[in-house]
């Protein structure tokens, strides 16, 4: 511990707090009359008193923030608010929902027309049609099931809409080697567009659904083979490589929709079939104008992270714009812009909290700000260091902002179990800060309880659920929220999937427990292989529950769940390769870019 000696009070110095690589000792005046220095007399100190120590921080040595405010303010406005342009989307609207009424006697081009729309993000524009066709498809579903193509598609749509379907149809079609054939299919990518279907439906599993994990292994292996083939079309090459890439839990809507938008405007001949060209239009029209929309609030939310002094926080990592990203490609619906704030604040928040806990902060200033949080009080944190008075205020300013946007869609004060979901999180970081501090290193059991609220989802969903267009009254919230099991899953997914890709990271920074080492602490003489296969196969099940409770019909508001489940969907989309959370790599930088600052060309 590194000792400084200050000067003796009554020279009215006070030290100033050190940037957070450097250990120089900087002197500010405080507003006080000087001494003449020819009155200064050297005191006779006692020694004991005259050392101050300076703790020695560690820091993540954290990449900075690669979206200035700047350059997001000079953002230049978008043409496609023009009154005009809204009318050509009406047109196009009223002309897709004909098209509906065109196939509704025949369950195949049904089927195709709810996926396309789906794919492109345009489907909130047709939840009335959508209802109407599955109701169809679903009072006819037995006589459709003699196509692997669209039988694994019909399976796919209904159980994400929630109808009740069985994956058992799907073992008409596997051989006894474990393969699945298309024998309906003409062409060899016809053939390929059924396992890839297949590979779609394999992952909307639930637990025990045995043909399902042998779905998914044999489409995986397959459509990995069929990458190289040369006969392959480049455009259902780039829809293969997308689907296996992101699969289902990585993948975001209006991610998914850019890249539709792209790969369906590359293939003529998809544009010439029947209808498909005014999806297109709709699609690109409608991308760019929702474009428009999200690139004004993130004006506004950037403009909050500066005020609010979070940008000050040099040992911190700033991933605010990403966080804003994640919030807009989960949702694009123009009335849920507090939905979107606070997301992307809370995860913002929820980040700066987590450096400071797990890097940044002294044991003693932790068990002051924990405190500080607890006691929800802003005229009593004086006490704290100035890094820690920003960051609190920040997280009781936007608590108290988004409870009252709550308040306007639920009609009651939500604030004491938003105030517990921080106390929680605030708590669950101090004992990982305790551990830490002490070198004691849990059983994976305690390691998993604790994480499953120090992953901060429950903290960070909870409000933002609350401001979407859906009452949760006091019997339904708990279904949703803690204590459900729904809840519960949801937290346990991410710290499963986060000690998995970045338990490296975190030891290179001197965190020491995660799944993997806590894993070993129980199992001694087991390997890091042995600890990240168990992890992952862990993970696996619960991500199967994790569908259960999400699909099941429990009198929980759809919007909420899915918006709820598309949350931690965005969280694990930052952990697909690596700590996304931690390296705003390459692919996130490209996210950013294509889904908040670059239209799609007309």
Same mark, same amino acid.
């Given at each position: 511990?590194?000792?400084?000696?200050?000067?003796?009070?009554?020279?009215?110095?006070?030290?100033?707090?050190? $940037? $957070?690589?450097?250990?120089?000792?900087?002197?500010?005046?405080?507003?006080?009359?000087?001494?003449?220095?020819?009155?200064?007399?050297?005191?006779?100190?006692?020694?004991?008193?005259?050392?101050?120590?300076?703790?020695?921080?560690?820091?993540?040595?954290?990449? $900075?923030?690669?979206?200035?405010?700047?350059?997001?303010?000079?953002?230049?406005?978008?043409?496609?608010?023009?009154?005009?342009?809204?009318?050509?989307?009406?047109?196009?609207?009223?002309?897709?929902?004909?098209?509906?009424?065109?196939?509704?006697?025949?369950?195949?081009?049904?089927?195709?027309?709810?996926?396309?729309?789906?794919?492109?993000?345009?489907?909130?524009?047709?939840?009335?049609?959508?209802?109407?066709?599955?109701?169809?498809?679903?009072?006819?579903?037995?006589?459709?099931?003699?196509?692997?193509?669209?039988?694994?598609?019909?399976?796919?749509?209904?159980?994400?809409?929630?109808?009740?379907?069985?994956?058992?149809?799907?073992?008409?079609?596997?051989?006894?080697?474990?393969?699945?054939?298309?024998?309906?299919?003409?062409?060899?990518?016809?053939?390929?567009?059924?396992?890839?279907?297949?590979?779609?439906?394999?992952?909307?599993?639930?637990?025990?659904?045995?043909?399902?994990?042998?779905?998914?292994?044999?489409?995986?292996?397959?459509?990995?083979?069929?990458?190289?083939?040369?006969?392959?079309?480049?455009?259902?090459?780039?829809?293969?490589?997308?689907?296996?890439?992101?699969?289902?839990?990585?993948?975001?809507?209006?991610?998914?929709?850019?890249?539709?938008?792209?790969?369906?405007?590359?293939?003529?001949?998809?544009?010439?079939?029947?209808?498909?060209?005014?999806?297109?239009?709709?699609?690109?029209?409608?991308?760019?104008?929702?474009?428009?929309?999200?690139?004004?609030?993130?004006?506004?939310?950037?403009?909050?992270?500066?005020?609010?002094?979070?940008?000050?926080?040099?040992?911190?990592?700033?991933?605010?714009?990403?966080?804003?990203?994640?919030?807009?490609?989960?949702?694009?619906?123009?009335?849920?812009?507090?939905?979107?704030?606070?997301?992307?604040?809370?995860?913002?928040?929820?980040?700066?909290?987590?450096?400071?806990?797990?890097?940044?902060?002294?044991?003693?200033?932790?068990?002051?700000?924990?405190?500080?949080?607890?006691?929800?009080?802003?005229?009593?944190?004086?006490?704290? $260091?100035?890094?820690?008075?920003?960051?609190?205020?920040?997280?009781?300013?936007?608590?108290?902002?988004?409870?009252?946007?709550?308040?306007?869609?639920?009609?009651?004060?939500?604030?004491?179990?938003?105030?517990?979901?921080?106390?929680?999180?605030?708590?669950?970081?101090?004992?990982?800060?305790?551990?830490?501090?002490?070198?004691?290193?849990?059983?994976?059991?305690?390691?998993?309880?604790?994480?499953?609220?120090?992953?901060?989802?429950?903290?960070?969903?909870?409000?933002?659920?609350?401001?979407?267009?859906?009452?949760?009254?006091?019997?339904?919230?708990?279904?949703?929220?803690?204590?459900?099991?729904?809840?519960?899953?949801?937290?346990?997914?991410?710290?499963?999937?986060?000690?998995?890709?970045?338990?490296?990271?975190?030891?290179?920074?001197?965190?020491?427990?995660?799944?993997?080492?806590?894993?070993?602490?129980?199992?001694?003489?087991?390997?890091?292989?042995?600890?990240?296969?168990?992890?992952?196969?862990?993970?696996?099940?619960?991500?199967?529950?994790?569908?259960?409770?999400?699909?099941?019909?429990?009198?929980?508001?759809?919007?909420?769940?899915?918006?709820?489940?598309?949350?931690?969907?965005?969280?694990?989309?930052?952990?697909?390769?690596?700590?996304?959370?931690?390296?705003?790599?390459?692919?996130?930088?490209?996210?950013?870019?294509?889904?908040?600052?670059?239209?799609?060309?007309?």
């Amino acid at each position: 511990m590194a000792l400084i000696s200050i000067f003796p009070p009554n020279l009215g110095f006070c030290l100033k707090p050190h $940037p $957070p690589q450097s250990h120089n000792l900087q002197l500010c005046s405080k507003a006080v009359p000087l001494i003449p220095r020819k009155k200064l007399i050297k005191p006779i100190v006692n020694q004991a008193l005259s050392k101050v120590e300076i703790p020695l921080r560690r820091t993540g040595k954290h990449h $900075p923030n690669l979206w200035g405010d700047d350059f997001i303010q000079s953002l230049p406005k978008h043409p496609y608010e023009a009154p005009l342009y809204a009318e050509h989307c009406g047109s196009l609207i009223s002309e897709i929902k004909d098209m509906f009424s065109a196939s509704a006697e025949n369950i195949s081009p049904l089927l195709v027309l709810v996926d396309n729309i789906e794919r492109l993000g345009i489907d909130r524009h047709f939840q009335k049609e959508i209802k109407e066709a599955l109701d169809f498809i679903y009072r006819h579903w037995g006589e459709c099931q003699r196509d692997l193509n669209i039988t694994a598609l019909g399976f796919r749509i209904l159980r994400l809409h929630r109808y009740p379907v069985s994956p058992g149809m799907l073992g008409a079609f596997r051989t006894a080697n474990g393969q699945f054939l298309c024998s309906t299919a003409q062409t060899e990518e016809d053939k390929i567009k059924g396992i890839l279907n297949l590979f779609r439906a394999s992952h909307i599993a639930f637990r025990g659904e045995k043909i399902l994990d042998e779905a998914k292994e044999f489409s995986t292996t397959y459509l990995n083979q069929a990458m190289e083939k040369s006969e392959i079309s480049s455009n259902l090459l780039q829809e293969i490589s997308f689907n296996l890439e992101y699969g289902w839990y990585s993948n975001l809507p209006r991610l998914e929709a850019k890249k539709y938008i792209q790969i369906y405007g590359e293939n003529e001949s998809w544009a010439r079939m029947a209808g498909n060209e005014k999806l297109l239009i709709l699609a690109k029209m409608d991308f760019n104008a929702i474009q428009s929309l999200h690139q004004q609030e993130l004006k506004t939310y950037s403009r909050w992270w500066r005020e609010s002094g979070l940008s000050k926080l040099e040992f911190a990592r700033h991933r605010h714009v990403e966080y804003f990203f994640m919030a807009c490609a989960i949702c694009e619906d123009e009335r849920y812009s507090a939905f979107r704030y606070g997301v992307a604040k809370f995860s913002t928040i929820a980040t700066y909290l987590d450096d400071t806990y797990d890097t940044y902060g002294t044991l003693d200033e932790l068990k002051l700000l924990t405190k500080a949080i607890k006691k929800w009080d802003p005229t009593s944190i004086d006490h704290l $260091p100035e890094y820690m008075k920003v960051l609190y205020m920040a997280l009781y300013e936007t608590v108290n902002e988004m409870d009252r946007e709550a308040e306007k869609i639920q009609g009651r004060d939500t604030l004491i179990p938003s105030k517990d979901a921080w106390e929680g999180y605030a708590d669950a970081m101090m004992q990982e800060a305790e551990w830490l501090a002490t070198s004691h290193i849990p059983t994976l059991e305690e390691h998993i309880e604790n994480g499953t609220v120090s992953s901060g989802t429950r903290a960070t969903t909870f409000q933002p659920v609350l401001t979407i267009d859906e009452i949760l009254s006091d019997n339904i919230l708990p279904k949703i929220d803690y204590p459900s099991r729904f809840m519960d899953i949801l937290c346990v997914s991410l710290r499963l999937r986060g000690d998995i890709k970045s338990f490296k990271g975190e030891i290179a920074r001197g965190e020491t427990n995660s799944s993997v080492a806590c894993y070993m602490r129980d199992n001694p003489g087991s390997t890091e292989e042995d600890a990240l296969d168990y992890i992952k196969n862990l993970l696996d099940e619960r991500l199967k529950e994790l569908n259960w409770e999400y699909l099941k019909n429990d009198g929980v508001p759809t919007c909420s769940k899915d918006y709820a489940y598309d949350i931690t969907r965005g969280y694990l989309h930052f952990y697909k390769e690596r700590d996304g959370f931690s390296i705003s790599n390459k692919d996130i930088q490209n996210h950013v870019t294509q889904i908040l600052i670059e239209p799609i060309n007309m």
